[in-house]
């Protein structure tokens, strides 16, 4: 029976369930919480523990009913908002709209399909039940040496996957830390198991971060985080990708550059080369691996969220392969990208089918980051974590600092693993912070970074400004066209099913939407 959770505390039930839970489908997240656990007696041994970290990572890739985080919305959030790729009007289902025409302006216009809140916190809240059991010593087999070593990594992966939780709410409904320093207000920061009767009212940004912050490092300095986990699972260089990305997002360009440094340097990834990157998205490439610091594992089409997941609004509904084609590359990043008519980058994405091609003119619209295994999409593992962002973090903190040459360095090592024109590379006495950030459009497209690298710097997202540059752009409202994170909208609105339940919420709502 499919279940809709109102409150923060009502999403607490759903971890009984997930504690007893026994695979990584959609069901989890239906039946109701008598059928499972209680609470309190939910995990008992390392065996249960498995079965519940089993659970947070399958809250985090989402279901059929839960696609609020990375099943789908979270890629779309940082998308749609942005000026590289858009929803196809022309084509669409209208799956990916919402985020893109940018229509809402009450709470009630967040449902629990649209808002990225629910399943964010079944995560959070999945790690605090590992981590207050792990900490709790009252385990059966807590003396026993593999189960032992087993509570400590389990402990770690989800003091990681509570802190990416939190810092991704942090960064939809709270400002950028580069604002204000943190000082408007975040999310609900919940670290630990709430009680019924706790209704949480939002920390500042600052204290959001500053909680990330010690659950990253602490996870990372346990030393019980592996560095070759089975593939979906958090590993220590993923960890420190994050916490670099977490650095970079808060300003902190001196940690941000060591800790990409220290991934750069010791992680034993490296970067794809120019000839590997399009056949490397493949998740059964023998160089996929190379890049990929962390991402979401599918194995078949009940894993996830199936046909309204992120693969399946990318992929253009084709005679070989199914889906959506919700999402298509804009006009004017066609139009980037063709700069570089060596850029390997512009053959990750695909032309239409033949009956689209006057649309698009014959160009290559559908990003093919996520293709087709076993002739479908529903197949494709999810990317999360990359190799080439830690080195795009690092070029960008190098040269907030004032080093040119690392920053030069670090670009570089991406130019040229990107285009065979070397005239693209930079120098050290000509690379700009603006040719970094174009550089991360081109490199992250379609990954969820687009929106929240333009908030924090300040960057203006221009659509389009008229109809003469319109392109392929359906028609957007005045304000949807061209914005920057002064705009109200580049807020969500705290969803409204949690407001009616949270009166504390409701008095601390965004900015401009009514109730």
């Known amino acids: 029976m499919k279940r809709t959770y109102k409150n923060i505390y009502s999403l607490v039930l759903a971890v009984g369930v997930m504690l007893s839970m026994v695979s990584c489908g959609d069901e989890f997240l239906e039946q109701r919480p008598s059928n499972g656990v209680l609470e309190n007696e939910a995990i008992k041994s390392s065996s249960?523990?498995?079965?519940?970290?089993?659970?947070m990572y399958a809250a985090l890739k989402g279901s059929s009913d839960f696609k609020d985080y990375y099943g789908a919305q979270m890629f779309l959030y940082g998308e749609m908002h942005g000026e590289d790729l858009q929803y196809n009007s022309k084509y669409g289902s209208n799956r990916a709209?919402?985020?893109?025409?940018?229509?809402?302006?009450?709470?009630?216009?967040?449902?629990?399909?649209?808002?990225?809140?629910?399943?964010?916190?079944?995560?959070?809240?999945?790690?605090n039940h590992i981590i207050e059991a792990v900490d709790g010593g009252k385990l059966?087999?807590?003396?026993?040496?593999?189960?032992?070593?087993?509570?400590?990594?389990?402990?770690?992966?989800?003091?990681?996957?509570?802190?990416?939780?939190?810092?991704?709410?942090?960064?939809?409904?709270?400002k950028p830390y580069t604002e204000d320093n943190g000082a408007s207000l975040g999310v609900p920061?919940?670290?630990?198991?709430?009680?019924?009767?706790?209704?949480?009212?939002?920390?500042?940004?600052?204290?959001?971060?500053?909680?990330?912050?010690?659950?990253?490092?602490?996870?990372?300095?346990?030393?019980?985080?592996?560095?070759?986990?089975?593939?979906?699972?958090?590993?220590?260089?993923?960890?420190?990708?994050l916490l670099s990305r977490v650095y970079l997002t808060k300003g902190d360009w001196a940690n941000a550059l060591s800790t990409a440094e220290d991934v750069i340097n010791n992680s034993g990834n490296k970067l794809w080369t120019a000839d590997e990157y399009v056949d490397a998205w493949k998740k059964d490439d023998k160089n996929h691996s190379n890049e990929m610091l962390f991402e979401l594992s599918v194995t078949n089409s009940t894993d996830w969220n199936d046909r309204e997941g992120i693969a399946y609004l990318y992929a253009e509904n084709r005679p070989d392969i199914a889906g959506y084609g919700d999402v298509c590359a804009t006009k004017s990043f066609v139009k980037l990208l063709a700069q570089d008519s060596l850029d390997v980058r512009a053959n990750v994405f695909l032309a239409p089918y033949s009956d689209k091609k006057e649309v698009f003119n014959g160009a290559k619209v559908y990003l093919n980051k996520m293709p087709a295994a076993n002739g479908d999409v529903r197949y494709a593992n999810i990317p999360i974590l990359r190799l080439s962002e830690v080195y795009l973090n690092a070029a960008e903190a190098a040269f907030r600092l004032g080093n040119t040459t690392k920053a030069a360095l670090y670009l570089n090592?991406?130019?040229?693993?990107?285009?065979?024109?070397?005239?693209?590379?930079?120098?050290?006495?000509?690379?700009?912070?603006?040719?970094i950030l174009l550089e991360r459009r081109k490199e992250l497209v379609g990954e969820g970074q687009r929106f929240f690298d333009a908030l924090r710097n300040n960057e203006t997202i221009t659509r389009y400004t008229n109809d003469a540059d319109r392109g392929w752009h359906d028609v957007l409202t005045t304000e949807a066209?061209?914005?920057?994170?002064?705009?109200?909208?580049?807020?969500?609105?705290?969803?409204?099913?949690?407001?009616?339940?949270?009166?504390?919420?409701?008095?601390?709502?965004n900015t401009g939407y009514s109730n």
Request: aromatic share 10%; hydrophobic share 35%; glycine share 4%.
């Open 48 to 55: 249960d523990l498995s079965t519940a970290r089993t659970g």
């Open 481 to 509: 066209r061209s914005y920057n994170r002064d705009y109200y909208k580049a807020y969500a609105a705290i969803p409204g099913y949690e407001v009616d339940a949270n009166a504390n919420l409701k008095k601390q709502q």
């Open 413 to 435: 090592d991406i130019i040229k693993n990107r285009t065979s024109d070397a005239s693209k590379q930079v120098t050290a006495a000509d690379v700009t912070l603006e040719r």
């Open 140 to 174: 059966t087999d807590k003396d026993d040496a593999d189960a032992k070593a087993l509570m400590g990594q389990v402990r770690a992966e989800a003091l990681v996957l509570r802190a990416m939780a939190t810092f991704d709410l942090t960064r939809i409904y709270g």
């Open 97 to 127: 709209s919402f985020y893109y025409k940018m229509e809402y302006t009450t709470a009630s216009n967040f449902s629990t399909s649209t808002a990225i809140w629910q399943s964010p916190y079944i995560v959070i809240q999945t790690a």
């Open 189 to 241: 920061l919940v670290t630990n198991v709430i009680s019924a009767s706790e209704k949480p009212s939002r920390s500042t940004v600052a204290e959001c971060y500053a909680q990330v912050l010690k659950d990253l490092n602490e996870a990372i300095s346990s030393g019980n985080l592996a560095e070759n986990p089975e593939v979906g699972y958090m590993s220590l260089y993923a960890a420190k990708a």
